[in-house]
């Protein structure tokens, strides 16, 4: 029976053994980098309406779409370092804040299903407005001058890449099949249902 | 000091063994979601999966796919585009809690008409194709909208139904793709004479007629 006892002891001294696993790295120096580049890709509100401005840029000229990739990210962080300065988080501000991001996803959404080469100033001008916008709801105060330099970084990165990601893949979706414009129209029109489901809601439960 | 290799008995052995077992079967133990529904990634699950269970849903929606493909360009981008924004229209008013007369006649009626149309090729104006889906669509949309559990996280529950319902059109489209050798055309057809009959009979069962 002793050889029993050994292997359950062994067993359960395996059991306790295992250690917290640290996903997030929160303790390690660049710990407040990845908290910036999780937060917004742990939010739909800004990774549906991120992926349709990639979307959308993937359907412009490589010239304005490169534009985009630098004026975004960009836009991101002097909207988060606006919204810290100013604080501009609070109370009804936020509520604002939140619709207007809401009517980022149905505006690039439409964009998207409209699949049209727009005038330089207006695609420009969504990316900055919405990045500005996206970038103050992704704004953390309380945070050290290293650590907030880290979070902007991770926050800039987090926007280069699901931007350059999704334009990228529809370049290449639409230069090598033929059904790739109707595919990412497709998803537009996934992008824009779920905003106008998501607005409308909270249209809703403010009237009620 | 002398040792001695003890002989273990079948019964011993069997102990061990059951002993071991059931400590790994512990090990193995999943974490308990006693409120699965709940939160962003509740919502998720919860609005991908209602249009999957419901199977009603799930014809219809894929044989709005196959009505596209057997029409071809452009019902084939315009129908799957049509339904989702039409159906999150449909979703608001459900979640408004404005009662639509006949949802579940409607969704039942949806199977069958659209398994119709493809069974019997019918090929009207595309204007005319795409109002016949967003009207599906309305009652569809009400239904997902009006059974949104109120744990989850809403924008989570719309993009898991959207998501769901887009990929259930795209089975449609890619199986529609059939039509392009001639015996895939048949089969096509076949196709949606199953699902206009599996309409059939959701329409008995709703207006009462099968128990």
């Not at chain 1, 704004?139 to 290293?146: F, H, K, Q, R, V």
């Not at chain 2, 089969?187 to 059939?200: N, P």
Request: with cysteine; charged share 10%.
């Amino acid at each position: 029976m002793n050889h029993v006892y050994t292997k359950t002891a062994l067993l359960l001294g395996l059991a306790l053994l295992p250690q917290l696993a640290y996903a997030h790295l929160v303790e390690t120096r660049f710990g407040e980098f990845y908290s910036g580049l999780l937060h917004p890709l742990t939010t739909l509100i800004h990774v549906v309406a991120w992926l349709a401005l990639g979307f959308l840029a993937g359907f412009q000229t490589l010239k304005e779409a490169r534009k985009i990739l630098v004026l975004f990210p960009l836009a991101v962080v002097l909207g988060a370092i606006f919204a810290n300065f100013f604080d501009a988080r609070v109370g009804s501000a936020q509520a604002n804040l939140d619709y207007v991001n809401l009517a980022s996803i149905v505006i690039l959404g439409t964009g998207v299903i409209w699949a049209k080469n727009l005038p330089s100033y207006v695609v420009l001008g969504i990316a900055v407005f919405f990045g500005l916008t996206h970038g103050m709801a992704n704004a953390n105060a309380n945070l050290s001058a290293n650590g907030q330099i880290l979070y902007l970084a991770g926050i800039m990165v987090a926007a280069y890449l699901l931007v350059c990601l999704a334009s990228a893949g529809v370049v290449l979706l639409t230069q090598k099949h033929d059904w790739g414009k109707t595919a990412v129209r497709a998803l537009g029109s996934w992008i824009l249902a779920v905003g106008i489901i998501f607005s409308g809601f909270s249209l809703l439960t403010l009237s009620v | 000091m002398k040792y001695t290799t003890k002989k273990w008995t079948t019964e011993e052995n069997a102990l061990s063994t059951k002993t071991v077992l059931a400590i790994a079967l512990i090990l193995c133990a999943f974490s308990v979601h006693a409120h699965s529904e709940l939160g962003v990634a509740g919502g998720l699950m919860s609005g991908f999966l209602h249009p999957i269970y419901g199977f009603d849903h799930l014809l219809a929606m894929v044989a709005v796919g196959l009505w596209g493909a057997q029409l071809g360009k452009p019902a084939i981008w315009v129908l799957p585009i049509t339904f989702p924004l039409v159906m999150a229209v449909g979703g608001l008013i459900g979640m408004a809690v404005i009662d639509i007369p006949f949802v579940e006649f409607g969704i039942s009626l949806s199977a069958l008409a659209l398994g119709a149309a493809v069974a019997f090729c019918w090929r009207p104006h595309i204007a005319f194709a795409a109002v016949v889906v967003a009207i599906f669509a309305i009652y569809h949309g009400h239904a997902h909208g009006t059974e949104l559990p109120s744990a989850v996280n809403p924008l989570a529950y719309g993009v898991g139904f959207v998501i769901s319902t887009g990929l259930m059109h795209l089975v449609g489209i890619v199986l529609g793709l059939m039509t392009r050798w001639p015996k895939g055309q048949k089969l096509l057809r076949g196709l949606g004479a199953v699902i206009a009959a599996s309409g059939l009979f959701f329409l008995a069962s709703t207006v009462g007629l099968l128990v």
